[in-house]
């Protein structure tokens, strides 16, 4: 009777501590239903949404909230569907076109960076120390780092201007889990790794930050999970089965927690389900 009392106080202490990791949402989005008052006029930004996860993002974004103002960028890849946004080139290598894209935005409600690399065309992720070149290790912070950093700065003003009182201004980058530190089991990835890892601190810091100059924001780094795009394509084979996502699943998963996060959320590292990762 004892062990099964302790059994059953067991069971109920990991169940609390599983869901304490988690971020408990009674979501407000269904793909494909037209949002809620508020949420159905959102002015959005998409940086990136020439990708797998962006162009997925304003694809999920169009459909539910059809009265939404959709902004996104390109920098290599012409948007496929023209009429998804209002688009423009950026490069975010170049404070100066982020700046300039910036400048046109009076205000946003959510804005979302899911630009990134991980690969570039000569080269691959490092397997080892030996492989680490530092154009390669210092291209990857400044694309998966220094560019969230530059477009926080340069869009504070817009963020400011959000209709705060009809929906939760969210600021949110697409980072990776494996820019945690404490969940780093395997090593390599040098590049990649580091930069998310820095992406992860520039997050956390631009939410301190904001928490006295941009209260009602919502800053938050968020883990896709693995996503059939070009950024993965060459890393597939080792996927277990039913764990390599569709963009739209992760748009949706996206989406479902930027409805629902609120201005007490900000600082977070949460995965496409709400579970907190650690940094
Ligand atoms: N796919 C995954 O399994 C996975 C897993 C964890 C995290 N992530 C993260 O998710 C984010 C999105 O990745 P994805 O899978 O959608 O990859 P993707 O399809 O390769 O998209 C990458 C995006 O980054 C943009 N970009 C790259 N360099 C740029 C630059 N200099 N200036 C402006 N934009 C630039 C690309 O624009 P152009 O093509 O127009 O140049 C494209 O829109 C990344 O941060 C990635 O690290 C992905």
């Not at 520039?202 to 009602?216: C, G, V, Y």
Request: net charge neutral.
């Amino acid at each position: 009777m004892n062990d099964r009392k302790n059994d059953h106080h067991l069971v109920t202490k990991n169940l609390l501590s599983t869901q304490s990791r988690r971020v408990i949402l009674a979501s407000k989005y269904q793909s494909g239903v037209p949002g809620e008052q508020g949420t159905e006029n959102v002015k959005v930004v998409v940086i990136g949404g020439s990708g797998g996860i962006g162009s997925a993002v304003l694809k999920r974004l169009r459909d539910s909230f059809p009265q939404a103002s959709l902004s996104a960028t390109w920098c290599r890849t012409r948007p496929v569907d023209e009429s998804l946004a209002s688009w423009s080139q950026v490069d975010v290598l170049s404070e100066q076109s982020i700046a300039d894209f910036a400048a046109g935005i009076d205000s946003v409600d959510w804005l979302i960076n899911a630009t990134g690399m991980l690969h570039a065309d000569q080269r691959m992720p490092e397997k080892t120390l030996q492989q680490v070149d530092g154009e390669f290790f210092l291209h990857n912070l400044q694309i998966n780092a220094l560019s969230t950093l530059l477009i926080a700065k340069h869009f504070s003003r817009a963020l400011k201007n959000a209709k705060a009182d009809e929906v939760t201004p969210q600021f949110a980058t697409v980072s990776a889990r494996v820019g945690s530190i404490e969940d780093n089991r395997l090593g390599g990835w040098y590049s990649y790794r580091c930069s998310k890892a820095a992406l992860n601190m520039a997050i956390k810091n631009i939410s301190i930050e904001w928490q006295r100059t941009l209260p009602a924001v919502c800053v938050t780094a968020l883990h896709p999970g693995t996503t059939d795009t070009s950024l993965s394509e060459p890393f597939q084979r080792n996927v277990p089965e039913g764990k390599l996502f569709t963009p739209e699943k992760v748009a949706d998963d996206f989406i479902r927690l930027l409805t629902d996060l609120t201005a007490k959320d900000t600082g977070g590292f949460l995965a496409y389900d709400g579970e907190r990762l650690p940094w």
